[in-house]
């Protein structure tokens, strides 16, 4: 069963548009926090001037307290990777004796063409099979001092 392809712009925008949202609702949070603040000191002005009633102290709004969101904490920059020099191998070319099941038979040095064109119409006509040559790419092995 195949699903729909998502619209990654239409996603993108839905998010973009939750994200002004929730900042303006921090935002009227905020502006609501200041308004309160103004309010409870202009009510201990006047508790101080006048006695309260039993009723009014009754009345009292009873509002719950809002959690504020700590400051966003800028991310750290990533670490670049390091990456390590790939071992360089130097390669030399020899050219190698093969077999119809790509077995190599036998190596000669890359100047010795000739003699693999050679070695490889002799085994032809002895085992009566096709042998053929091909360049092969190998490791040059340096010596170790010790």
Same mark, same amino acid.
């Given at each position: 069963?195949?699903?729909?392809?998502?619209?990654?712009?239409?996603?993108?925008?839905?998010?973009?548009? *939750?994200?002004?949202?929730?900042?303006?609702?921090?935002?009227?949070?905020?502006? +609501?926090?200041?308004?309160?603040?103004?309010? +409870?000191?202009?009510?201990?002005?006047? +508790?101080?001037?006048?006695?309260?009633?039993?009723?009014?102290?009754? /009345?009292?709004?009873?509002?719950?307290?809002?959690?504020?969101?700590?400051?966003?904490?800028?991310?750290?920059?990533?670490?670049?990777?390091?990456?390590?020099? *790939?071992?360089?191998?130097?390669?030399?070319?020899?050219?190698?004796?093969?077999?119809?099941?790509?077995?190599?038979?036998?190596?000669?040095?890359?100047?010795?063409?000739?003699?693999?064109?050679?070695?490889?119409?002799?085994?032809?006509?002895?085992?009566?099979?096709?042998?053929?040559?091909?360049?092969?790419?190998?490791?040059?092995?340096?010596?170790? /001092?010790?």
């Amino acid at each position: 069963m195949a699903r729909r392809i998502l619209n990654r712009k239409d996603m993108r925008a839905d998010f973009e548009a *939750a994200e002004r949202q929730k900042q303006d609702d921090d935002e009227e949070v905020v502006d +609501e926090e200041a308004e309160n603040d103004e309010d +409870e000191e202009e009510e201990e002005g006047e +508790e101080s001037g006048e006695e309260v009633d039993e009723e009014d102290a009754g /009345e009292e709004e009873v509002r719950p307290a809002k959690k504020r969101k700590a400051p966003a904490k800028e991310p750290k920059p990533k670490a670049k990777p390091r990456s390590r020099a *790939a071992k360089v191998t130097r390669m030399k070319v020899v050219w190698g004796v093969f077999n119809n099941s790509n077995q190599r038979v036998a190596v000669y040095e890359y100047p010795k063409r000739k003699e693999a064109d050679d070695h490889a119409a002799r085994l032809t006509a002895d085992k009566k099979s096709t042998h053929f040559v091909q360049p092969v790419k190998e490791p040059i092995e340096e010596k170790k /001092e010790t």
